[in-house]
């Protein structure tokens, strides 16, 4: 933390000069050819590879002032950094170097019967602010997307990860320092002092937009608090939908993937429904390949009756988001019955069917008003590297400017370029 704000106590002073130093830092970029936006995530992509020691050791420091909070296992999940992990974040800035630069796009084109030339052109956002948690990969995924769209970054990560969050924000800087841009591009606010959060919220001046990427705490007070424009994301509770004409195998297969691949992360499934016509046939599998793999399943009476290890389910449990290995269960009626809990209870964040039923996919994914709509896949494909997008900020639930996956195009804007020869308005 800066010495004198440290002193002081001036977060706010500290808050101001770094809004400053990002506003300087998104006029160069925004002039940056992609070359050189190229370069410095190529290099930073190197440096998490040299710096792979200390990222490590300083995620041992996190992990153990987790373990002693008491974090729970999803939370330390999220806060682990294993060397697959590292590799990953260095994989996907490469893929985001990889990706065609946003800025400058030519998103339509017109001509008017006066002549006039009108052109609709990818900008960036300006700066953006990302508040994130206990996972210190965001570091590297936000930090990437932000330099790729043109955008200066404020990185605010929690204190659960902030030893780790500061490594791999180091190695961004290796980055920036190799292809000549501005260190101001991309900055972490060095203090863990809640403060600073704010601070951030208020910024109006400084920030153009807030991404928040947490748990449900932290979101509420963004979107309560904030007077910045935010990217909203409040709770990942996703489902699957077993239809009467689902492959028995697929859906066993599904289910086992979007619930306990990683039960900690946004897109893991939290409440499976099936057709009472073929639950008897498809679940008594997918119950025990469930109950094996640790996870504790909460059902309702039919589905109990399959299966003597299932706990009852309560009417809080259709509205929980575990991010854990907690699988709540029911059967339903019809397709018509499933979309309507999903309406109920769901977070618009994503859902899924399974069925060899084209018609039914096709009610299921046109009616449902779910950022991102499945047939016949894993929930936990809702990824913004799984999408081709290199990496994500998170996922915006909310319904305007950005849905689903954020990434470098859902980080710019547009404006209007018109060439004209000399006309006037009559």
């Known amino acids: 933390m800066d010495g004198a704000a440290e002193k ?12 400053e130093k990002a506003r300087a830092g998104a006029r160069a970029l925004a002039k940056a050819p992609a070359a050189a936006k190229n370069a410095a995530l190529m290099a930073a992509a190197e440096a998490i590879g040299t710096r ?21 296992a999803a939370l330390l999940d999220r806060l682990e950094l294993t060397d697959s992990r590292i590799c990953s974040m260095a994989k996907g800035l490469v893929e985001i170097a990889a990706l065609t630069d946003p800025v400058g796009q030519v998103i339509a084109e017109w001509s008017r019967p006066n002549g006039l030339r009108i052109q609709r052109v990818r900008t960036p956002l300006g700066v953006i602010g990302i508040i994130y948690e206990s996972r210190p990969n965001v570091t590297a995924d936000a930090g990437g997307l932000c330099l790729k769209a043109g955008n200066a970054c404020i990185l605010r990560g929690g204190s659960e990860s902030f030893h780790s969050s500061r490594a791999i924000f180091e190695a961004l800087q290796d980055g920036l320092r190799a292809a000549r841009l501005p260190e101001t591009c991309i900055q972490m606010v060095p203090t863990t002092d809640r ?3 704010g601070e951030m919220l208020t910024m109006t001046k400084y920030i153009d937009v807030i991404v928040p990427r947490g748990g449900q705490s932290l979101v509420e007070r963004v979107m309560r608090d904030s007077r910045v424009p935010t990217f909203q994301h409040l709770t990942g509770l996703c489902h699957t939908y077993i239809h009467s004409a689902a492959d028995p195998a697929k859906a066993r297969t599904i289910v086992l ?10 897109g ?23 109950i094996k793999a640790g996870c504790e399943v909460r ?3 039919s589905v109990r009756k399959l299966d003597a ?12 988001e575990y991010l854990d290995a907690i699988l709540s269960l029911r059967t339903v009626k019809d397709l018509d019955e499933a979309m309507a809990h999903i309406v109920a209870h769901g977070s618009q964040h994503t859902d899924a069917i399974v069925t060899e039923d084209q018609a039914a996919a096709e009610r299921f994914m046109a009616g449902l008003d779910s950022a991102i709509v499945m047939h016949n896949a894993s929930t936990q494909f809702a990824d913004g590297g799984e999408f081709g997008m290199g990496a994500e900020i998170g996922i915006a639930t909310g319904k305007l400017h950005a849905r ?4 470098v195009e859902q980080l710019t804007t547009f404006k209007y370029k018109v060439r004209g020869d000399g006309q006037t308005r009559p």
């Open 8 to 19: 002081s106590g001036n977060i706010a002073g500290l808050m101001a000069a770094i809004g």
């Open 52 to 72: 792979r020691a200390e990222i490590k050791a300083a995620n041992a420091i996190d992990m153990a002032a987790g373990r002693e909070k008491g974090l729970t």
């Open 195 to 197: 403060a600073a959060v």
């Open 257 to 266: 993937n979007a619930k306990m691949r990683r039960t900690g992360v946004c």
């Open 268 to 290: 893991a499934t939290e409440t499976v429904l099936v057709d009472e016509a073929v639950a008897g046939k498809v679940l008594p599998p997918i119950l025990d390949d469930l």
């Open 299 to 301: 059902g309702d009476d």
């Open 309 to 320: 290890r299932v706990k009852a389910a309560t009417a809080a449990d259709w509205d929980t």
């Open 404 to 407: 689903g996956p954020v990434g």
